[in-house]
């Protein structure tokens, strides 16, 4: 029995050093209380981490992505596709005690089980949930249309402020009036996968209108493989040094595709 117990906990370990060696290794933003963590998970989805609590954005990938990190305090939802609302990947979660932010779409499409865990806002409302102020940004496709993959007004994207940064996530956008005229932000996320999204001379042009302090690509894998974010960086810091662009690897497990 001693022996099985052993070999247990040796398999365990052994998962749990796979998983973090998946994970990119996280950064570190120094906000007025105390290190805000930013760990990239895939594509969409990261973990934020600051003064004991947990935030996943948009968990998906499966539940051993998340192997060694703490289970999450508010998970935050910015659409109903499932790269957004994974719900395999949410079963797969302690999500016991963990309150959602979500738009109004997302809640009528949660299961049953996670509604009452569920806070909806919409484009324009706000909401406190663990000390941090966030305020749901519209996300949609340009031009506007009734068959486009993302019409305005079903999703979110968010502003946090946490210990006094303002920290955009775009979700699923291309390069909107509402992006461009954001004010402050100190860390962006910022979508730019074709043809869900926008491409990078969009994405390029809209961080340069509103400026922010750091900016991640993410969310740039589109159905010709991985968006050329080197180039991205390029087009911005040519025009702006001083936005410092930060390129992770969203997409550990996946060769770039040329």
């Not at 247990?8 to 805000?36: E, F, H, R, Y």
């Not at 895939?42 to 998340?66: C, Q, R």
């Not at 865990?117 to 102020?133: F, K, W, Y």
């Given at each position: 029995?001693?022996?099985?117990?052993?070999?247990?906990?040796?398999?365990?370990?052994?998962?749990?050093?796979?998983?973090?060696?998946?994970?990119v290794k996280?950064?570190?933003?120094?906000?007025n209380?105390?290190?805000?963590?930013?760990?990239?998970?895939?594509?969409?989805?990261?973990?934020?981490?600051?003064?004991?609590?947990?935030?996943?954005?948009?968990?998906?990938?499966?539940?051993?992505?998340?192997?060694?990190?703490?289970?999450?305090?508010?998970?935050?939802?910015?659409?109903?596709?499932?790269?957004?609302?994974?719900?395999?990947?949410?079963?797969?979660?302690?999500?016991?005690?963990?309150?959602?932010?979500?738009?109004?779409?997302?809640?009528?499409?949660?299961?049953?089980?996670?509604?009452?865990?569920a806070e909806?806002?919409?484009?324009?409302?706000?909401?406190?949930?663990?000390?941090?102020?966030?305020?749901?940004?519209?996300?949609?496709?340009?031009?506007?249309?009734?068959?486009?993959?993302?019409?305005?007004?079903?999703?979110?994207?968010?502003?946090?402020?946490?210990?006094?940064?303002?920290?955009?996530?775009?979700?699923?956008?291309?390069?909107?009036?509402?992006?461009r005229?954001?004010k402050?932000?100190?860390?962006?996320f910022?979508?730019?996968?074709l043809?869900?999204?926008?491409?990078?001379?969009?994405?390029?042009?809209?961080?340069?209108?509103?400026?922010?302090?750091?900016?991640?690509?993410?969310?740039?894998?589109?159905?010709?493989?991985?968006?050329?974010?080197?180039?991205?960086?390029?087009?911005?810091?040519?025009?702006?040094?001083?936005?410092?662009?930060?390129?992770?690897?969203?997409?550990?497990?996946?060769?770039?595709?040329?």
């Amino acid at each position: 029995m001693k022996l099985k117990a052993f070999f247990t906990l040796l398999c365990s370990l052994v998962i749990l050093q796979v998983s973090a060696q998946q994970q990119v290794k996280p950064d570190m933003v120094k906000t007025n209380k105390g290190q805000l963590k930013i760990q990239p998970i895939t594509h969409g989805t990261l973990v934020l981490s600051w003064n004991g609590k947990t935030i996943y954005v948009d968990p998906y990938g499966g539940a051993e992505l998340y192997k060694g990190i703490a289970k999450p305090d508010l998970i935050l939802i910015t659409d109903i596709h499932p790269d957004h609302l994974d719900t395999k990947t949410l079963d797969g979660l302690d999500l016991k005690g963990a309150k959602m932010v979500v738009p109004q779409a997302v809640a009528d499409q949660l299961p049953e089980k996670y509604k009452g865990q569920a806070e909806v806002i919409g484009n324009g409302q706000s909401t406190n949930q663990l000390g941090i102020p966030i305020a749901a940004i519209p996300m949609y496709n340009l031009p506007e249309a009734e068959d486009s993959k993302h019409v305005k007004g079903r999703g979110n994207g968010y502003v946090l402020n946490i210990g006094g940064k303002n920290i955009y996530i775009s979700g699923d956008t291309e390069d909107i009036p509402e992006m461009r005229a954001l004010k402050n932000i100190d860390v962006a996320f910022v979508s730019m996968n074709l043809p869900y999204t926008m491409d990078i001379n969009q994405a390029a042009s809209g961080v340069l209108e509103f400026k922010p302090k750091v900016i991640y690509p993410y969310h740039y894998r589109g159905t010709d493989g991985l968006a050329d974010v080197e180039s991205f960086k390029k087009m911005v810091n040519e025009k702006d040094a001083n936005i410092e662009v930060r390129l992770r690897n969203w997409y550990p497990t996946e060769a770039k595709k040329k």
